[in-house]
T-cell receptor, first 113, second 115 residues
Framework: GENVEQHPSTLSVQEGDSAVIKCTYS??????FPWYKQELGKRPQLIID?????GEKKDQRIAVTLNKTAKHFSLHITETQPEDSAVYFC????????????FGQGTRLTINP | DADVTQTPRNRITKTGKRIMLECSQT?????MYWYRQDPGLGLRLIYY???????NKGEISDGYSVSRQAQAKFSLSLESAIPNQTALYFC??????????????FGEGSRLTVL
């Protein structure tokens, strides 16, 4: 079936450095790619998303890039801060039949002061 | 603020018991979902519903059932709970305008422990 692979599973960076999380997907018809952030003990919340008609989207310190040919997309966080510490999930839409999202396994990001 | 509310937030039960997790929303969204979160496995879709008369199985529906009692209410049942159903369960809603996929709004989660 359709799946989304996310790497790395854990990532530790120094405060102020950049962090990159990568995802690959299998369904060539996928056209929507959101990223969710889950702080400890909290619910996942959308931080940025991209649709297949663009290659890059930026929102302040976070950006997402999409390579449809290679079927992968990445989350980039620049100038990391302690509040960026969380679990991040990527997802891809599955369009066969009813629309739904398939999530990656998650990346636990730790920002070291 | 419009929100997605789950009850109970925490539940400990025994193998073989029937459990119901309830979800209600005040966002006015048509689409509702139940996800399960396990460490290292991400969020996996159990069931989803696009309106009151529409129920669909997700990736891991075995051992679960759902009921969409109204546009605002979507409940998840475990008919006979087993220990490997111990997990954090999330309800979510979305408003898919014009057919394009949109943001998921999650509830606060229901932590279920099956002994």
């Amino acid at each position: 079936g359709e799946n989304v692979e996310q790497h790395p599973s854990t990532l530790s960076v120094q405060e102020g450095d950049s962090a990159v999380i990568k995802c690959t997907y299998s369904d060539s018809a996928s056209n929507y790619f959101p990223w969710y952030k889950q702080e400890l003990g909290k619910r996942p919340q959308l931080i940025i998303d991209i649709r297949s008609n663009v290659g890059e989207k930026k929102d302040q310190r976070i950006a997402v890039t999409l390579n449809k040919t290679a079927k992968h997309f990445s989350l980039h966080i620049t100038e990391t801060q302690p509040e960026d510490s969380a679990v991040y999930f990527c997802a891809a839409s599955i369009s066969q039949g009813a629309q739904k999202l398939v999530f990656g396994q998650g990346t636990r990001l730790t920002i070291n002061p | 603020d419009a929100d997605v509310t789950q009850t109970p937030r925490n539940r400990i039960t025994k193998t073989g018991k029937r459990i119901m997790l309830e979800c209600s929303q005040t966002k006015g969204h048509d689409r509702m979902y139940w996800y399960r979160q396990d460490p290292g496995l991400g969020l996996r879709l159990i069931y989803y519903s696009f309106d009151v008369k529409d129920i669909n199985k997700g990736e891991i529906s075995d051992g679960y059932s759902v009921s969409r009692q109204a546009q605002a209410k979507f409940s998840l049942s475990l008919e006979s709970a087993i220990p490997n159903q111990t997990a954090l369960y999330f309800c979510a809603t979305s408003d898919t305008t014009g057919g394009a996929f949109g943001e998921l709004f999650f509830g606060e989660g229901s932590r279920l422990t099956v002994l």
